[in-house]
């Protein structure tokens, strides 16, 4: 299992970036994803997950209405697409895959099983 991120940099308040999750190694179109982050001295934090089919999405509440996750089955990737964007929102950014196939979306990191190397993303004016 392979998950690669890209899209990370830097962004005015305001403003927007867009993050990509290549995933190979596995049945990509069988099994919900996510995206997590951490900044520095913080814990893990959910951010948001799509189930396999992209029929359900779920959000942490302090990016609902201004992140936007979906998914490209076709091309095994998973994607986040962030508006709005505030400091608070300064962490890295990691893909994950959850542990079962066709099960989820969920919040919990102990039920994802992989996770990609991550992808910078700081929010400075």
């Known amino acids: 299992v392979q998950l690669v991120e890209s899209g990370g940099g830097l962004a005015q308040p305001g403003g927007s970036l867009r993050l990509s999750c290549a995933a190979s190694?596995?049945?990509?179109?069988?099994?919900?994803m996510a995206w997590f982050r951490q900044a520095p001295g913080k814990e893990r934090e959910f951010v948001a997950a799509?189930?396999?089919?992209?029929?359900?999405?779920y959000y942490a509440d302090s990016v609902k209405g201004r992140f936007t996750i979906s998914r490209d089955n076709a091309k095994n990737t998973l994607y986040l697409q962030m508006d709005s964007l505030k400091p608070e929102d300064t962490a890295m950014y990691c893909c994950?895959?959850?542990?079962?196939?066709?099960?989820?979306?969920?919040?919990?990191?102990?039920?994802?099983?992989?996770w990609g190397q991550g992808t910078q993303v700081t929010v400075s004016s």
């Open positions: 994950a895959k959850v542990r079962l196939a066709n099960w989820g979306p969920s919040f919990r990191f102990d039920e994802y099983n992989y």
């Open positions: 190694g596995f049945t990509f179109s069988s099994h919900t």
């Open positions: 799509i189930s396999w089919s992209a029929e359900r999405t």
